[in-house]
């Protein structure tokens, strides 16, 4: 099975135990995901089944956006509302306006430190397998660019707010900062991802439950258009078997203007397509030395 699914990941369950359940219902082995979701988290996460797991590593430098709820007046074990909480004093003549300045100093390119409880490696061994063994060990800054902080609403202790950042921000570790930037701590205490890149938002993702429903009803599972994601590319077509035979070896195609399907001239990224429409390959045009125009593969669909 082949596609990509815009899935809705239901607070309380894992990233890879939403992969599990479609594993069960499909019968498809071979899936990934674009950016893991804590179990507390909800949102986009977007899946890829059978060979469009290639298509992963180009997506996944891309920015998200999420709707994120921070309480203050507390400190968690694990940044959010799962860990224990400890709490501790607001200070007396924290306002609105504060919140909102503190929250503006954040926009624009900052250092943070990754939590604990997180996927990262060190020395071969994930972060947070170290924090359940009650080890903390030293974890360098990263940097990471938060684009805006829009729709604020504060209800003392809590915060709500939609940002906008780059891939491998941590919000939890936002949280915290927001905290100790007024004076107390902090952690999250919701957290909804409406946006992955430009290509897959909540508005056109489905839940676990509407997925399960379409595959026990026979029904076609709602899978993306792959070209669909790609609409700033250039696309060209195959016209024979002995073509699509040389792509998948790697080899570069000569091309006429008319097999363009798509032509952007300022753009050199390509995807080519096989005789019945389906994607074959991603790469780029390019011309000869003759002047011949020709698409050179970069990663192929097999």
């Known amino acids: 099975m082949n596609g990509i699914l815009n899935l809705f990941k239901p607070s309380g369950i894992t990233s890879f135990d939403a992969i599990r359940r479609l594993r069960r219902l499909t019968g498809e082995k071979k899936m990934g995901h674009l950016g893991t979701l804590d179990p507390m988290a909800e949102g986009v996460l977007p899946l890829f089944f059978g060979k469009y797991t290639k298509l992963i590593p180009h997506f996944n ?18 940044l959010d509302k799962e860990g224990e909480l400890t709490p501790c004093p607001l200070p007396p003549d924290l306002t609105p306006a504060q919140v909102e300045a503190a929250l503006a100093r954040f926009v624009g390119k900052i250092w943070q430190v990754p939590p604990m409880f997180s996927a990262i490696k060190i020395e071969g061994k994930r972060l947070y397998q170290l924090a359940r063994e009650g080890k903390e060990v030293e974890r360098e800054a990263r940097p990471v660019t938060l684009y805006s902080i829009t729709q604020i609403e504060i209800a003392l202790p809590q915060v709500r707010f939609t940002v906008h950042c780059s891939k491998g921000t941590y919000i939890r570790t936002l949280a915290e900062d927001l ?65 699509v035979e040389g792509v998948k070896q790697g080899n570069p195609i000569v091309l006429t203007q008319e097999r363009l399907l798509k032509d952007q001239e300022e753009e050199k990224k390509c995807l080519l397509l096989d005789p019945e429409q389906q994607l074959l390959a991603l790469g780029h045009l390019a011309f000869s030395q003759d002047g011949r125009l020709f698409f050179q593969p970069k990663k192929v669909l097999v």
């Open 61 to 78: 430098l891309e920015d998200k956006v999420y709707r994120a709820e921070v309480t203050l007046g507390a400190s968690s074990t694990t």
């Open 179 to 243: 905290g100790q930037a007024l004076g107390t701590n902090a952690y999250l205490s919701a957290l909804c991802r409406t946006k992955v890149g430009s290509q897959f938002g909540e508005e056109t993702a489905v839940n676990l439950d509407q997925i399960e429903n379409s595959v026990q009803s026979h029904l076609l599972m709602p899978f993306l258009n792959p070209v669909s994601l790609f609409s700033d590319w250039n696309r060209a077509s195959t016209v024979s078997l002995a073509e």
